[in-house]
Each structure stands twice: as structure tokens, then as C-alpha cells.
């Protein structure tokens, strides 16, 4: 059964750093390319970041650049999301994202973690 798991979430102060990881299983992890998206409350849920397949390629949302950094590792079927100086406007529920690089339509989801900034 394929299946993305989140985990890291929590509550941080203003300014402090979270490493969000997921764990993938039950597909070729390697051709996916992986992306952690995020939804506040009341919002629409939207990108942070990307990497593909391989790993070679990434893209972050304005809002993230120069504070959060995508990584993965073919070899334990992870992606992980490094988010440092964490603002208020950060809080959101996390999701990792998975989608085939050639055959778009098969795709998956986490169930989220819950980040929350606040003093």
C-alpha cells in the first residue's frame, strides 16, 4: 500500500527551526518527484517547496526562499523540509506530496503535520 507519513511537527517560537521529515512506502520512491505543501486555516492549501526525482532540481515559494531547504534520500525513501527562522505566518498544516515524473496523474498524499509558530 503506497503511503507518505509526515513527521516534526510542532510548536516553535518566532524565529526558531523545525525539520519536518516523510517517510515514503509501497512505490519506487526514486521516481517521484516530492513537494511539501501547506494549508492555514481558512486558506487554500499551496507549495513551499519541490525537488525531483533525482534530487538535482529544486523550487521554493517567495515567501520561503532562504529559509527552508528540500531534501531527499533515495536510499531511505525520504524527503525532508529544513525550515528555519520560522515566522507566524509558517503556522499551517504540512503535507507531503509525492508524483510520478513521467506519468503525472498517479500521485500521492501525507495525512500533515501540524507546525505552529507562536510565543
Known amino acids: 500500500q503506497e503511503q507518505l507519513v509526515e513527521s516534526g511537527g510542532g510548536l516553535v517560537q518566532p524565529g526558531g527551526s523545525l525539520r519536518l521529515s516523510c517517510a515514503a512506502s509501497?512505490?519506487?520512491?526514486?521516481?517521484?518527484?516530492m513537494s511539501w505543501y501547506r494549508q492555514a486555516p481558512g486558506k487554500e492549501r499551496e507549495l513551499v517547496a519541490s525537488?525531483?526525482?533525482?534530487?538535482?532540481?529544486?523550487n521554493y515559494a517567495d515567501s520561503v526562499k532562504g529559509r527552508f531547504t528540500i531534501s531527499r534520500d533515495n536510499v531511505k525513501n525520504t524527503v525532508a523540509l529544513q525550515m528555519n527562522s520560522l515566522k507566524s505566518e509558517d503556522t499551517a498544516v504540512y503535507y507531503c506530496?509525492?508524483?510520478?515524473?513521467?506519468?503525472?496523474?498517479?500521485?500521492?498524499w501525507g495525512r500533515g503535520t501540524q507546525v505552529t509558530v507562536s510565543s
Open positions: 506530496h509525492g508524483r510520478h515524473f513521467v506519468h503525472l496523474r498517479i500521485e500521492y
Open positions: 509501497g512505490f519506487v520512491f526514486s521516481v517521484y518527484d
Open positions: 525537488i525531483n526525482y533525482a534530487g538535482n532540481s529544486t
